[in-house]
């Protein structure tokens, strides 16, 4: 399975630890996925010109992950500050907003859509700012997104023609409004959706039928980047021709993973807040 995931990378930054581990949901995808079993993983992002840009390159060098169709620019690296409740569960509470995430935007030439074609899966996420390119995205790839906790329905109407699998993040939904939205989500065909519901077990969707996550007890140091690493440890198996159940059952041991080290993917280092 080869997968390219467009879009942002950031640095978190722990208040409570004074370091900062890499991230951003397209650079935890990309770094669970080959962590999963992907034979090819690439991303495509835009790096400022500071230390955490430095770092994060680092670490996608580490991990296999060719980022050659990168941008480079003048500007800071995305540093959300977060900082540490009683369960475990990281809260943002702040973070610079000069940043080139904020400044600049990714437009994909014919260069990299032939580059991109050659991958059998791109991802991208509500925070990519990708919405503009994934009319011309869609004709080279199939495309998967993170929604995140966007579920304006008009926004998802706007670029749902252009997703095949679609996930979403619903922790903070009752039961009565979960049926509601799913329901909603019915008449936009996506292949596959994803369902995340914090420490409740997610929910998958194929063709009108419901599967449901399979938990286990396990002792959660960080929750940060859990939902990333699921969708890698599922999309990892279900493009590579496992069945629907098996790629739950992989997201699910993948996330565990996660939940039981700092970061989205770890290494973590001494920061210096901008």
């Not at 997104?145 to 619903?170: Q, V, W």
């Amino acid at each position: 399975m080869k997968l390219i995931t467009i879009g942002d990378n950031v640095v978190d930054c722990y208040l409570d630890q004074n370091k900062y581990y890499p991230g951003g949901n397209c650079v935890n995808v990309a770094v669970n996925a080959k962590r999963n079993g992907a034979s090819e993983v690439a991303y495509l992002g835009i790096f400022g010109n500071d230390e955490p840009a430095g770092h994060i390159k680092y670490v996608l060098n580490r991990e296999g992950i060719d980022y050659r169709y990168s941008r480079d620019v003048t500007g800071i690296t995305g540093q959300p500050q977060v900082t540490l409740t009683g369960d475990n569960d990281r809260v943002f509470v702040g973070g610079p907003k000069n940043t080139v995430q904020h400044k600049f935007k990714i437009q994909l030439v014919q260069e990299e859509l032939d580059y991109i074609k050659t991958f059998d899966l791109s991802h991208v996420s509500c925070y990519s700012s990708m919405e503009s390119e994934l009319s011309k995205l869609s004709q080279v790839s199939k495309v998967s997104y993170d929604f995140s906790n966007r579920k304006d329905l008009t926004y998802i109407e706007s670029i749902a023609p252009y997703i095949s699998y679609a996930f979403f993040s619903a922790a903070e939904l009752s039961d009565e409004e979960l049926e509601r939205f799913i329901r909603d989500l019915a008449s936009f065909r996506f292949e596959i959706i994803g369902l995340t519901r914090g420490g409740r077990p997610a929910i998958f969707i194929k063709n009108g039928r419901i599967y449901e996550q399979m938990l286990k007890n396990i002792s959660v140091v960080d929750t940060m980047g859990a939902g990333d690493s699921l969708i890698a440890g599922f999309l990892t198996s279900y493009i590579s021709g496992d069945t629907i159940e098996a790629a739950i059952e992989k997201g699910t041991r993948s996330a565990e993973k996660t939940c039981q080290d700092y970061g989205g993917f770890g290494y973590p280092k001494e920061m210096q807040i901008v």
